[in-house]
């Protein structure tokens, strides 16, 4: 008799084990019924933990899986062709979406667009070709180019870091020499010199790799320069060398601006303000209009007007930004929504 229960207990047991069996088909149907899409997102330089561009990005992945139940992979490449085989590895994977977070992806993103032209791709701070003439080039049909004003915002923190700063010198710090970063520069330069025409801008880069964007040794040593030289005030554009900027505030006992996100946390009581990017949103509808199915791609621009750049201002700067100085910033910012400030973007 034991024999037979245990028999009959694992003919039970196969029977439930076979109900559970289901084409791969059916399975796909059932998770695209709740709405789900498959995302592959590959850090830029510096990766997760940057308290900056990457940590912007996985935060819009995050909500994206929290709301709408989006399947996110993330890696985080090491160097050189380390990034390209990400990026291929998710194409080929057939993710409904792959991201590249950075401008160093956009070469790779162009490429791959075309090879695999029934995935979706978005490249954050994709760097447009142009052509002889100087014309922009369109990307593929299935990749869409996600770029910021950033010199807008940039303006916006320019201004205030003048007005603040009781002192005719302000600092910027950047991280890799390049255009985009450019940006950056020449965007503060304009607001400093819109409030404050006889302020000098002193402005540093910690190299011309990407890897200045990694660096807070030297971070620290060009913030410490700066602030020895009379600078109140620095703004970095530098990743995770810009945690050295912060460093050097502290121990000097003044002031510095962060970048991309909220980085009020990274020292407290010495960030002014950050110029934020809006990374995370970017990101987040990307992966929205995907599920939507209304993705397309395209180059897309996102400055003060479509809150793509701002600065924070809240309730633990406050003390640090006197009411006129907020109020004086602001009509900057409608200017600019305005039309009537015309923000330079190059040198």
Known sequence: MRKLLAFLGVLLAAHIALLQIRPAGAAKIASDETGGVDVGIVFDVGGRGDKSFNDGA???????????????????????SDREAGLRLLAAEGMDLVIGVGFIFSDDLGLLAREYPDVRFAGIDYAVPVDAAGQPIPPPANLAALKFREEEGSFLVGALAALVGNSKKVGFVGG??????????????AGVKAVCPDCQVIAQYAGVTPE?????????????????????????????????????????????IGVDADQYAE????????????????????????????????????????????????GNNRSLIPDSVRARVEALRREIIAGRIDVPSTK
């Open 212 to 256: 200045a964007f990694r660096n807070p040794g030297r971070g620290q040593e060009l913030g410490l320069s700066q602030y020895q030289q009379g600078v109140n005030v620095i703004f970095h554009a530098s990743g995770s060398t810009g945690l050295g900027v912060f460093e050097a505030a502290r121990r000097q006992g003044k002031l510095a």
């Open 58 to 80: 996985y935060l819009g992945a995050e909500r994206a899986m929290r709301e709408f139940g989006a399947r996110v992979r993330f890696i985080e490449p090491g160097e050189g």
């Open 267 to 314: 020292a407290p009581g010495y960030i002014l303000t950050s110029m934020v990017k809006g990374v995370d949103q970017a990101v987040y509808d990307a992966i929205r209009l995907v599920r939507d199915g209304t993705f397309r791609g395209g180059i897309f621009e996102l400055g003060v007007k479509e809150k793509g750049v701002d600065y924070i201002y809240d």
């Open 176 to 189: 890799m020499d390049f255009p985009l970063i450019h940006k950056f520069e020449v965007g503060y330069r």
